[in-house]
């Protein structure tokens, strides 16, 4: 039986996001960090999301965590499940751009392919990809969760880096060390990166 109704249609809001952004001040866009577990990610988001709010620019943060708290608590962690996990947060992240918002998104998504058609769903410039780069024995060391630690002994299946794949983004806007860059410099180097796409000092592809 095909649970996919076929008599729908897009309702258009009452602002479009041209009106919305001019209304903002600022252009919306995704802010994509990728990167291990333990590499920074909610660390790096926190920290954007305040420093933009600082700036007035109106932002929210889509941690992956807390995701499968509500809307992906029925998801678990085979390959299918993480692609669908990743279609949802995409999903939700263009949502937001539509209002207007900087959506920060805060997951591993390790799968390239997956993280490319999150992209796909956003026009050129609007989809920044950040690797957060750091080496697989450092957030072990670090280790925030605990769950490395799971994973050797095998209480955790599937885990990424262990006993699933991470695949590298082959090319990021930006490619951020964090092994050997603070959360504060981290976050410079984005912002840095967002003011010269609104300058247009930037490619944006």
């Not at 750091?134 to 990424?160: N, S």
Request: proline share 4%; with cysteine.
């Amino acid at each position: 039986m095909d649970h996919l109704s076929k008599n729908i249609t897009w309702h258009q809001g009452g602002t479009d996001r041209l009106v919305q952004e001019e209304l903002k001040g600022h252009r919306s866009r995704v802010i994509w960090l990728t990167g291990l577990s333990g590499s920074g990610k909610s660390s790096v988001a926190t920290e954007l999301e305040r420093r933009l709010f600082q700036q007035s620019i109106h932002t929210t943060t889509l941690d992956g965590d807390n995701l499968r708290h509500g809307l992906n608590s029925d998801l678990g962690f085979s390959s299918e499940a993480r692609k669908e996990n990743i279609r949802r947060l995409g999903e939700v992240a263009r949502l937001f751009t539509e209002a207007g918002l900087v959506v920060i998104v805060a997951s591993i998504s390790p799968f390239q392919a997956d993280r490319e058609r999150a992209r796909a769903r956003f026009t050129p410039g609007e989809f920044i990809e950040v690797y957060l780069s750091c080496p697989l024995e450092v957030c072990e060391q670090r280790d925030p969760k605990g769950l490395y630690k799971k994973a050797r002994v095998g209480e955790i299946a599937e885990f990424t880096g262990i006993s699933s794949p991470y695949e590298v983004p082959l090319h990021p806007e930006l490619k951020i060390p964090t092994d050997q860059m603070t959360v504060t410099k981290a976050v410079d180097c984005i912002l840095a990166y967002m003011t010269a796409l609104e300058k247009g000092n930037s490619h944006e592809n």
